[in-house]
């Protein structure tokens, strides 16, 4: 049998990451935006992006450490993590209530392996090993290594909450110690009664709790457990998401900050965002509620899409529940009849209120968003995000391409501006303009050429 590779970690915050191949003999530590091709350790966006390296390719197995040296709760040497290993280790793991894909063998035992680009794709280590390939999944599709818990559950005794970071008809969220790990974390708590709309309250948690287990990327909110604990009145339990602490709180509020952002950092973190909803689009989902207040950013200013709380997979006939934030909303979304490009419409609200720090109006009897400013850049962009025909908007995947492009292109002018960087801001944002208009016509070109 041929050992499976671990191929790139999915990772985007700016600790240290674990991942190689699992028949290497060694592992590397890396920051989250170092490659390497030595020991085939690569970084979360690389992964996201389906990048390879010499030695292994996009169809390759994942070991997806998020949390450096652990793996399912145990602790790993550089020499430990290898294929052989693994199936020692976990080969009296019972998925229950898993179905493989390949083989169709429910409840399987030993490795599991899950698809992470088919929705609810998963394969038992007989199929992976052998290269099974069943309905839409294809062989250069990534395979992560999952245990039967995808997400662990975590002692309620190992979490300390701290100061309310914020709340709403969620709940509350804390800035929290991981104690056992001595790590900063969000906590994200609802408490649900035994009485009234208990079980919608419960039914939201589990609908968040499925979303996170089908996602995980560079620019989404990572989770690293759950916990729950029955109330001291015994009239209740309490809910907890351990999810990871995001520094600079909300893009809301690093746009409200008075440190002025650079048009630059401003595309950075734009690009981020739609790559986040590429990643959901991919699986088959819509996000719903993709704004400002639930963009995370990061001490680097690595923004991430949170709050998947009433994310959804698409039904086949697109009528959807109408849950989301009012004011954000397309017209067709009042219909109950929307698809992934109702993400699309949010995005291009929020990409204006990104370039122009400003929030739009909102027309309660025409269900109509009004735009207080127009953004100085991407405004063709932003007004096909935003178009009130559905079929006009650019899908998920024309957008990061179209930023990604501008990316590349005014990183490689910085380079060539080497006091860029001290610049103030309005000096540095003088240079990003005058670049914008000469790369635009160029962008165009690239994004529509036939592939």
Known sequence: ??????????????????IQCLKALSLSDIGSR???DQHDVTCDSCHLNRKQTKTHLTGHAVAHFTIPNELFGKIFRSDEVT???????????IHENVTCNGCSE?????????????????????CASNGVITGTHKSDHPIIIVNSEVIPKINRDDIELGDELGHGGFGYVYKSKWLSKNRVVACKVLTVPLFDDASERLKSFMKELAAYRELSGAYILKIFGYCN???????????????????RGSLTDVLNQKEKLSLHRKLVMALN????????????MIHRDIRPDNILVSEDYTAKIGDMGIARVISPNHHHTIIGCQKYMPYEFYTGVYDQS?????????????????THNYDMVNRKAILTKQSPVFWELISRCIDTNPRQRPSAVEIEKTLGLFDTGFNQIIRDYPTYKKLPTNGRDKIFLRFYEELTPKVKQLVHKPS
């Open 1 to 18: 049998m041929t050992p499976l590779e671990a191929h790139h970690n999915e990772r985007a915050d700016f600790d240290t990451v674990l």
């Open 34 to 36: 170092e490659k390497t």
């Open 83 to 93: 294929f052989e290993n693994f199936k020692r280790l976990f080969r009296d793991n």
């Open 106 to 126: 429910p409840s399987f035992r030993g490795l599991r392996f899950k698809c992470d680009i088919c929705p609810d794709y998963d394969l038992c280590q007989r």
């Open 229 to 247: 604990q029955t109330l001291l009145d015994g009239k209740g339990t309490k809910y907890m998401l351990i999810l990871e602490y995001m520094e």
């Open 273 to 284: 965002i739609a790559s986040g909803m590429r990643k959901i689009h991919d699986h088959r």
């Open 342 to 358: 109702l993400d699309v419409y949010t995005f291009g609200l929020t990409l204006n209120h990104l370039f122009t720090e400003n």
